[in-house]
């Protein structure tokens, strides 16, 4: 129901959101105005066109520094972690009129994607997963 609100307050065109201890890295801001700028020109790994960008996720403990975490892409969802959708996505498919199960993240992304909803996975975005002390790493 946060998410909602803060979707109907928001005035950009996308909604990037990061839940829980996560945070962007520090050139996340540039990247996506790059990947969702107009102007810009894609290469082959970035197309053109995407409702919904899902970042890489790294751990940042002592000794685990950048290693990469889960975020779905091997089964084609975007980890409740963060992610950056545009925000007609969001005002199409509430937040809370999404499923109400602990997989929430996965059945959101798959009821999106069967509606036509573009998803794209990037390396050009990064978020940080800073839980102190946590393990293992999934």
């Known amino acids: 129901v946060k998410r909602d609100v803060a979707a109907l307050a928001c005035t950009s065109d996308w ?3 990061f839940s829980d201890d996560h945070m962007p890295a520090p050139d996340f801001g540039v990247n996506l105005r790059q990947l969702t700028n107009p102007e810009f020109e ?27 975490l889960n975020m779905g892409e091997s ?23 999404g499923p109400h199960h602990r997989e929430w993240d996965k059945l959101n992304s798959y009821r999106h994607q069967e509606a036509g ?11 940080i997963d800073v839980e102190p002390g946590a393990s293992p790493w999934m």
């Open 42 to 68: 894609p290469d082959s790994a970035y197309p053109e066109y995407s409702d919904v960008y899902v970042p890489t996720r790294v751990a940042s403990q002592p000794g685990h520094v950048g290693e990469r």
């Open 75 to 97: 089964e084609h969802y975007c980890g409740g972690h963060a992610g950056v959708f545009r925000k007609a996505v969001i005002e199409r498919f509430p937040w809370s009129a």
């Open 15 to 17: 909604i990037a959101y």
């Open 117 to 127: 909803v573009r998803y794209v996975w990037t390396d050009r975005l990064t978020v």
